[in-house]
């Protein structure tokens, strides 16, 4: 078991913070919503990180690489390995078991792992009362991005969505100002919305320019993996632009949900975009049908969620909160950035 990681040395330089007003809108477009630190708000609580501080007494956190729905990815030093890993901070939940079983899994089962980004080790941090996983991963490339891929386009075609499909990196120095002119100088806001157990703080992600992307490129994030045959299957999905319609209907997952997804992200890189989006009118559903046709008369009434009616929720809450005769009950630029509505359509939409 871990122990609490140590505080950063405050001489030591880990990045500049926000600084003003300006600074913190543009920090909270490109970071997880605070919210995710909030017990009263989330049961999947994230684990408060510092930029400086040791996890495991091993792991020097210096810079971060990003976030997902059940995890923070950051970029630390192995200080006994003298080497630079990824760090998986896992969010409390049982993603952070089914990761570590679907690794597992793949260790045993696959002969080539040369490509599926496997873990290295894994130990537990405690959190408020409660412990979080950490995996322990090589460090790899950006996951590819909308830009990357009008770029390389038919470079390659895998996995079944973009955030799961990762560049190779040519190695790092090691001497922290010379990643941080290659990587980008972290901005940092010291999380103080949430009444904390311990410090931590919001960090913009790297900037990984393309002259150390290397052309290996790699499949991780089995969160939601599931192995054919298993009774429970987790919570969540691919985005929707790249879930299969039947899964979308509440079908099992299955190797041919497996094949749509692939063949979307196939079509994305070909065309330079996704053939199918949410933002098309009606939904996903609706793009879909408006392409190949109408769905199964069987499928009717069996939608996971009306997905077009928690959207348009979500939107009257978010406008009513902005559009008020009230000047003093209308949202500020921050607090709307803040909002959980206005994040929630920023978040489907990849924004």
Same mark, same amino acid.
């Given at each position: 078991?871990?122990?609490?990681?140590?505080?950063?040395?405050?001489?030591?330089?880990?990045?500049?913070?926000?600084?003003?007003?300006?600074?913190?809108?543009?920090?909270?477009?490109?970071?997880?919503?605070?919210?995710?630190?909030?017990?009263?708000?989330?049961?999947?609580?994230?684990?408060?990180?510092?930029?400086?501080?040791?996890?495991?007494?091993?792991?020097?956190?210096?810079?971060?690489?990003?976030?997902?729905?059940?995890?923070?990815?950051?970029?630390?030093?192995?200080?006994?390995?003298?080497?630079?890993?990824?760090?998986?901070?896992?969010?409390?939940?049982?993603?952070?078991?089914?990761?570590?079983?679907?690794?597992?899994?793949?260790?045993?089962? !696959?002969?080539?792992?040369?490509?599926?980004?496997?873990?290295?080790?894994?130990?537990? !941090?405690?959190?408020?009362?409660?412990?979080?996983?950490?995996?322990?991963?090589?460090?790899?490339?950006?996951?590819?991005?909308?830009?990357?891929?009008?770029?390389?386009?038919?470079?390659?075609?895998?996995?079944?969505?973009?955030?799961?499909?990762?560049?190779?990196?040519?190695?790092?120095?090691?001497?922290?100002?010379?990643?941080?002119?290659?990587?980008?100088?972290?901005? !940092?806001?010291?999380?103080?919305?949430?009444?904390?157990?311990?410090?931590?703080?919001?960090?913009?992600?790297?900037?990984?320019?393309?002259?150390?992307?290397?052309?290996?490129?790699?499949?991780?994030?089995?969160?939601?993996?599931?192995?054919?045959?298993?009774?429970?299957?987790?919570?969540?999905?691919?985005?929707?632009?790249?879930?299969?319609?039947?899964?979308?209907?509440?079908?099992?997952?299955?190797?041919?949900?497996?094949?749509?997804?692939?063949?979307?992200?196939?079509?994305?890189?070909?065309?330079?975009?996704?053939?199918?989006?949410?933002?098309?009118?009606?939904?996903?559903?609706?793009?879909?049908?408006?392409?190949?046709?109408?769905?199964?008369?069987?499928?009717?009434?069996?939608?996971?969620?009306?997905?077009?009616?928690?959207?348009?929720?979500?939107?009257?809450?978010?406008?009513?909160?902005?559009?008020?005769?009230?000047?003093?009950?209308?949202?500020?630029?921050?607090?709307?950035?803040?909002?959980?509505?206005?994040?929630?359509?920023?978040?489907?939409?990849?924004?």
């Amino acid at each position: 078991m871990a122990a609490v990681g140590s505080l950063p040395d405050d001489t030591a330089d880990f990045g500049d913070y926000v600084k003003n007003y300006d600074e913190e809108t543009d920090l909270e477009v490109l970071v997880e919503p605070w919210q995710k630190y909030d017990i009263k708000k989330t049961q999947d609580v994230f684990y408060p990180v510092c930029l400086g501080e040791v996890l495991n007494e091993r792991y020097l956190i210096e810079h971060k690489l990003g976030f997902g729905g059940g995890s923070t990815v950051w970029i630390a030093h192995d200080l006994q390995g003298k080497k630079d890993v990824a760090l998986k901070v896992m969010a409390l939940g049982e993603w952070s078991d089914n990761e570590t079983r679907m690794q597992d899994e793949i260790i045993e089962n !696959v002969k080539d792992t040369s490509h599926p980004v496997t873990y290295l080790g894994t130990f537990l !941090v405690p959190g408020n009362q409660c412990y979080h996983r950490v995996l322990v991963f090589p460090l790899i490339g950006p996951c590819l991005s909308p830009l990357m891929l009008n770029k390389s386009k038919m470079s390659m075609a895998t996995h079944l969505n973009e955030r799961n499909c990762m560049w190779g990196m040519a190695p790092l120095s090691h001497d922290r100002s010379a990643k941080y002119e290659a990587l980008g100088r972290p901005i !940092v806001q010291i999380i103080s919305w949430v009444d904390l157990w311990k410090q931590g703080e919001l960090v913009g992600p790297v900037e990984i320019p393309e002259n150390l992307r290397t052309d290996e490129f790699y499949l991780g994030d089995f969160a939601l993996a599931k192995k054919l045959g298993d009774p429970i299957t987790q919570r969540g999905r691919p985005p929707s632009q790249f879930c299969s319609p039947d899964r979308l209907h509440g079908k099992e997952p299955s190797f041919a949900c497996d094949m749509w997804s692939y063949m979307i992200i196939f079509a994305v890189l070909y065309l330079g975009f996704s053939p199918f989006h949410s933002a098309f009118k009606g939904g996903i559903i609706s793009s879909i049908t408006q392409s190949i046709g109408p769905l199964p008369k069987e499928w009717k009434g069996l939608m996971m969620e009306p997905l077009i009616i928690v959207e348009q929720q979500l939107m009257h809450t978010m406008m009513s909160k902005v559009l008020t005769y009230n000047l003093e009950e209308r949202l500020t630029a921050t607090q709307l950035l803040r909002d959980p509505s206005f994040r929630a359509i920023m978040d489907k939409y990849g924004c």
